[in-house]
T-cell receptor, first 111, second 112 residues
Framework: KNEVEQSPQNLTAQEGEFITINCSYS?????LHWLQQHPGGGIVSLFM???GKKKHGRLIATINIQEKHSSLHITASHPRDSAVYIC?????????????FGSGTQLTVLP | NAGVTQTPKFQVLKTGQSMTLQCAQD?????MSWYRQDPGMGLRLIHY???????DQGEVPNGYNVSRSTTEDFPLRLLSAAPSQTSVYFC???????????FGQGTRLTVV
């Protein structure tokens, strides 16, 4: 079983829809990251959180440490949000320098 | 401030050839790392460095070498390319004590 599981693997939405991407992990963590990878390939950090909730524009990330679960929400989705969204966790034990990545969620927003 | 710069963006190699993927950052970050990304799998750590002169192996180090002679540069060497090394490679850097990572644009490598 992978340490970081994302769902769904693929998601297609209509422009304007509210989108949720989920991330579950099985290890103790010191931080969780949400990343965005556009079709051109580059990876950009969206959020880094260890508790509660963070908001940036139309993006909201939440984390429940007790349930080992995080969600990324996109409000009023737009075709430019089409990308792969990746969840990554930093283990609280072992080498604190390393991230473990989920396999990503491919989001397509149709106009 | 260019961030993390990777070169080349694309490369095709024949089996057995060697090459170096370049990675440079201008943010004075201590920690740098190389990942590979394969379909259906998360990014996997190949090698990392916590500062000039210090490198260590990650999850999938076989077939790859690294060195860190300066803070800015962290090249990844393929000594004898194999088709199993066909992948997209990402370099990342961050400040030693912080956790946000900055990624390069990636190198798409095909070994035939």
């Amino acid at each position: 079983k992978n340490e970081v599981e994302q769902s769904p693997q693929n998601l297609t939405a209509q422009e304007g829809e509210f989108i949720t991407i989920n991330c579950s992990y099985s290890v103790g963590i010191s931080a969780l990251h949400w990343l965005q990878q556009h079709p051109g390939g580059g990876i950009v950090s969206l959020f880094m959180l260890s508790s509660g909730k963070k908001k940036h524009g139309r993006l909201i990330a939440t984390i429940n440490i007790q349930e080992k679960h995080s969600s990324l929400h996109i409000t009023a989705s737009h075709p430019r949000d089409s990308a792969v969204y990746i969840c990554a966790v930093r283990n609280s034990s072992g080498s604190a320098r390393q991230l473990t990545f989920g396999s990503g969620t491919q989001l397509t927003v149709l106009p | 401030n260019a961030g993390v710069t990777q070169t080349p963006k694309f490369q095709v190699l024949k089996t057995g050839q060697s090459m170096t993927l370049q990675c440079a950052q201008d943010m004075n970050h201590e920690y740098m790392s190389w990942y590979r990304q394969d379909p259906g799998m998360g990014l996997r750590l190949i090698h990392y460095s916590v500062g000039a002169g210090i490198t260590d192996q990650g999850e999938v180090p076989n077939g790859y070498n690294v060195s860190r002679s300066t803070t800015e540069d962290f090249p990844l060497r393929l000594l004898s390319a194999a088709p199993s090394q066909t992948s997209v490679y990402f370099c990342a850097s961050r400040v030693q004590t912080a956790t946000e990572a900055f990624f390069g644009q990636g190198t798409r490598l095909t070994v035939v």
